[in-house]
């Protein structure tokens, strides 16, 4: 299995010490249109061979934090204040993952947003998330 991400993915434009130990990550798109995606390695992985639920959540959060932070001019500071995910299967080392953010709505005090975790055309992880902060 191809190791690289698909073509039109570039290494993740924000990165965090975090985000690096968790990668490495990759976007395609910005605004309302990113894409984050991640190719499961081994050190992705439980016990048992798939991907872990800690790096499931994470490319959750960051894909939907960015998307949130980045929907619109000017970028809006927000932090995390809620997740919610749900696991609907998982995985596997050399499996791409993407994920896609759709954002309900960014106020001036409160966003909130949806992501969805996919493996080829099946979607493995819901995420709903609820962020705090100020726009501008």
């Known amino acids: 299995m191809p190791n690289d991400p698909p073509a039109g993915f ?4 924000r990165s965090s010490p975090f985000s ?3 990668g490495p990550m990759y976007s395609r798109g ?3 249109n990113l894409v984050l995606g991640l190719r499961i390695a081994e050190k992705h992985t439980n016990s048992r061979g798939f991907a872990h639920a800690g790096v499931l959540t994470t490319l959750c959060d ?35 993952m993407e994920a896609r953010v759709d954002v ?3 106020g001036s005090r409160l966003a909130f947003a949806n992501a969805y975790l ?5 979607r493995i ?12």
């Open 20 to 22: 690096e130990l968790c």
């Open 104 to 106: 309900q709505k960014r």
């Open 118 to 122: 996919t493996v080829g055309d099946e």
């Open 125 to 136: 992880v819901r995420a709903s998330a609820v962020f705090a902060g100020k726009p501008g």
């Open 30 to 32: 910005s605004g309302a």
């Open 10 to 13: 570039e290494p993740l434009f």
């Open 62 to 96: 960051l894909a939907l934090g960015y998307t949130v932070a980045f929907y619109a001019e000017p970028p809006a500071s927000y932090v995390t204040v809620h997740l919610d995910v749900d696991f609907a299967s998982s995985a596997k080392i050399g499996d791409w």
